[in-house]
């Protein structure tokens, strides 16, 4: 009965040992603890148990020392957890910058995943061993929320801004993907699995994908399909910005501030447009929010993070 | 101990008035807490019957008792019911109601007519969530997260929503009448440091009711707003922010955490104190540390929110908060080990309870340190661990809490004992069963299975499968205080006024206490459970 049940995850990320000595601490602190309080009331119930039925207990309000001691003591073991914490959690905030870029778009109730190839999956994700792998992730309607057990690694999916995980997984094989984030009727069912490969086979299942072309070529087509390239031309006279070699810089905005050009920023570019205007540009770019679908998006900044400084006319 | 039988007063607070007027036209507070009894008893079943069902789901990884919206409608009901009509009001409307007055040498709460009302307001409230239930359910788990709440739920959210918002007053009105009677209406020479921790737990309690409440109260409003008006304040698509709704939400909610917590460890403080006859140890400490928890509260919401998105910085903030939060619980817990020391502890049924209470608060509180420690919250929030973390807090403290003070009051409520044995058997089966139900679910939390699954992997079958036989246990040991308090209230022995020979002022009136409570106005001139002055006996 037991032999197929497991009660420790796999570990299987980079992060996953990082998370799992935490935790190990924890359950150690909660042991001892529990252990140590647990005994103390067992032990005095039974030895100051009251022997008469007038019996009174001694006289003693308390004691500044023990109170400072039981206050100070943990305060410094809390705060040793929270440092430690925080960097695990700066550690899983900070993608490397030679991560495998995908992404992700949640719907009720599936996973779709787009690899810069071009490459499309549904419910399953395949990443090679030993790669760094970075997630952008989007929702189409409500909060979803990519959790993988083995990796030790969860986050929320929300319609309309990017959210990111990252993870570098150690071994091959086949990992749950959950949805973490209730998300109505089939919730339980938006699962999937993240398979593990070793980088040639990767490579030889990326090159059988039948991909239609890449992900920037896509977002070539869809920004030529849309007539994007009347304003955004590769010469400064256009109506709106030069796009090439745009993507990373931060530009200075109409009315003050500025803004780092990143995925959220030309999402917003393209379904709010209005929203933060480039210095210099007037907001005559109509919304294409509900015209562009979030598959589409992520086509267009792929192509838009594809153009070059040298591009330029 | 008198030898002689003892009888019932011949005049008190059940036999002044019969009939139906005399209950819902009441004014006395022990009346309108035994109306809430009544109440949340019916409340606290109907939860319980949603987790049974629940529980035997998921006996099996298959999603093959009840349809996934059946099931969705299952948890989210379980929730709703029990944070809102149960355990938020549970020990507050119905031990503080009938024990505030009571214990500060009062007639009655400073407003007996809002009291009233209040009880009213919460059957309302009650009421149209029980037809939300009725007419289509409500699918989108306690908590509402937009944008699915105000998008794509199908439900009966309007009036379920209502329902909440009704009740929400009721909750506003009681902290405000107790805050109020604690002010102004203390017998002479009971100063603010001779009061039980009881009542200074309840204060703290009742501040997070009237500041937190109407944050939910308009929170609410704005989802039934977005789905009757369709504003898109909670809809990316026309510039709304569906994480915003959370910061809302939480800001209540987890202070609401406390408005359950609080008050049970109020009565930990007075069951601790009167079993081991003697002073808690450290009293201003554990005074301080519930208006330490109220405060600290109010600023930790974010840890809810981890992993929805929020920036770094903000998610190192409120880890550090919550991390500071868990102090002041630690405090109490410490004062009150250190407080059976050199006791006279006797092993009747409430100090069970206490002993209870101690170690699952305990388990409780420590496995919060893994959720306030940001980089493994990431692993285990929405998963079984956050799910047995705050049944741990809420089942096992704010539950064996509020029956552990039943039984120690239910004398003064009732004149009679109940059946030390039956109770004695019922304490160890909740306890056993709690602990089945809920401890594997640790397991299952770090092994990642997410919380809200109608269905699920067989690798984590055999764990659910002990967690549903605990939860069965659980449900007998419900029923049992069910029986025997029932049955006491007929045949049970009559005691005196102070049968337990407990130190506070509702311990120097009858049993049952007449109508104004006191037959004269009490004087203090002594502090809380100040034994050896207060009780004859010999100190051990």
């Not at chain 2, 036999?15 to 009346?31: C, E, I």
């Not at chain 2, 609410?220 to 898109?232: K, T």
């Not at chain 2, 359950?260 to 009293?283: D, N």
């Not at chain 2, 397991?443 to 036989?469: D, K, T, W």
Request: one cysteine or more; charged letters at 15%.
């Amino acid at each position: 009965m037991w032999s197929g049940t497991p009660l420790f995850p796999v570990s299987a990320s980079t992060m996953a040992p990082r998370v799992d000595a935490l935790y190990f601490f924890l359950v150690g602190l909660t042991a001892f603890f529990s252990l140590l309080i647990g005994s103390l009331i067992v032990y005095y119930a039974v030895r100051f148990r009251r022997r008469a039925p007038d019996a009174i207990g001694a006289r003693i309000e308390g004691g500044a020392v023990l109170e400072i001691t039981w206050t100070v003591v943990p305060l410094v073991i809390v705060m040793g957890i929270f440092v430690w914490g925080a960097s695990v959690f700066f550690a899983m905030s900070r993608p490397p910058d030679d991560a495998l870029n995908v992404y992700v778009v949640g719907k009720q109730w599936m996973w779709k995943f787009q690899h810069l190839s071009g490459v499309r999956e549904i419910n399953e994700l395949h990443v090679p061993v030993g790669r760094p792998v970075k997630l952008v992730m989007t929702s189409e309607d409500v909060i979803h929320d990519v959790f993988v057990p083995g990796f030790r690694v969860k986050a929320d999916v929300i319609p309309g801004r990017y959210t990111q995980i990252w993870f570098e997984p150690t071994r091959t094989g086949r990992y749950h993907l959950f949805c973490a984030e209730y998300c109505g009727t089939r919730h339980s069912g938006m699962v999937g699995e993240v398979i593990v490969m070793e980088p040639d086979e990767f490579q030889a299942w990326v090159a059988g994908g039948r991909a239609e072309g890449s992900l920037a070529s896509e977002g070539a087509k869809l920004f030529r399909d849309l007539a994007c390239n009347t304003c955004h031309r590769p010469v400064a006279q256009g109506r709106g910005p030069v796009l090439e070699g745009l993507f990373g810089r931060t530009v200075t905005l109409e009315g003050g501030g500025t803004a780092v050009v990143d995925e959220a920023y030309i999402r917003e570019a393209i379904v709010d447009p209005g929203a933060r205007v480039a210095q210099g540009f007037r907001p005559v770019m109509p919304t294409y929010q509900g015209i562009v679908t979030e598959d589409g998006l992520l086509q267009l900044i792929e192509y838009v993070k594809s153009l070059r400084d040298e591009d330029r006319r | 101990m008198p030898s002689h039988p003892v009888l019932l007063p011949p005049r008190h607070y059940l036999n002044d008035g019969f009939g139906v007027k005399s209950w819902l036209l009441t004014r006395d507070h022990k009346r309108i807490a035994l109306l809430y009894l009544a109440a949340v008893t019916v409340f606290f079943f109907i939860g319980g019957a949603f987790a049974v069902l629940i529980r035997l789901e998921l006996a099996t990884p298959a999603g093959d008792l009840v349809t996934d919206d059946t099931y969705n409608k299952l948890f989210t009901m379980h929730g709703v019911m029990l944070v809102f009509f149960f355990l938020i009001p549970g020990i507050p409307a119905v031990l503080g109601n009938f024990l505030v007055p009571l214990m500060i040498g009062a007639k009655d709460l400073a407003f007996p007519k809002i009291n009233l009302a209040s009880w009213y307001i919460f059957v309302i409230g009650g009421t149209f969530t029980m037809y939300a239930v009725v007419t289509g359910g409500l699918d989108t788990g306690w908590t509402f997260y937009t944008p699915f709440s105000t998008m794509s739920s199908t439900s009966a959210v309007v009036p379920a929503a209502i329902g909440i918002f009704i009740t929400g007053f009721s909750s506003i009105l009681t902290g405000l009448n107790f805050i109020v009677t604690i002010h102004r209406m203390r017998a002479p020479g009971l100063t603010w440091f001779r009061l039980p921790l009881f009542i200074w737990s309840h204060y703290a309690a009742s501040l997070i009711m009237v500041l937190g409440t109407p944050v939910v109260a308009v929170t609410i409003v704005l989802v039934a707003a977005d789905r009757i008006f369709s504003f898109g304040i909670f809809d990316p698509n026309r510039g709304g922010d569906p994480v915003l709704f959370q910061h809302l939400f939480w800001f209540y909610s987890h202070p609401a955490v406390y408005i359950m917590i609080l008050p049970a460890m109020g009565v930990i403080s007075e069951l601790v104190a009167a079993f081991c006859r003697k002073q808690i140890f450290g009293y201003t400490f554990v005074a301080f540390a519930s208006l330490g928890i109220a405060v600290l509260g109010f600023l930790v919401w974010g840890h809810h929110m981890f992993v929805a998105g929020q920036s770094v910085y903000a998610a190192l903030i409120f880890s550090f908060l919550s991390f500071l939060v868990a102090i002041p619980s630690a405090v109490k817990v410490f004062n009150w080990t250190a407080t059976m020391y050199k006791g006279s502890i006797s092993w009747d049924t409430p100090m069970l309870y206490a002993i209870g209470f101690i170690g699952l608060f305990t388990v409780g509180g420590l496995t919060g340190l893994f959720l306030a420690a940001v980089g493994l919250d990431v692993h285990v929030t929405d998963t079984y661990f956050i799910v047995a973390h705050f049944h741990y807090i809420m089942v096992g403290g704010t539950i064996m809490a509020y029956l552990g003070g039943l039984h120690y009051w239910w004398p003064k409520i009732s004149g009679r004992m109940y059946n030390e044995l039956a109770a004695k058997v019922g304490a160890v089966i909740i306890f056993f069963g709690f602990n089945l139900t809920f401890f594997p679910q640790f397991i299952l939390g770090y092994l990642g299975m997410p919380r809200r699954y109608h269905a699920y992997p067989p690798e984590f079958q055999v764990l659910n499968v002990l967690s549903s036989a605990g939860a069965s246990i659980l449900g007998v040991g419900y029923l049992i205080p069910m029986v025997y308090l029932a049955w006491s209230l007929r045949y049970g022995k009559i005691v005196g006024a102070n049968p337990w020979g407990a130190v506070g002022l509702e311990w120097t009136t009858t049993s049952p206490p007449p109508t104004e409570n006191f037959a004269e106005a009490p004087v203090v001139t002594w502090d809380a459970y100040d034994y050896p002055t207060q009780v004859e006996g010999h100190v051990v």
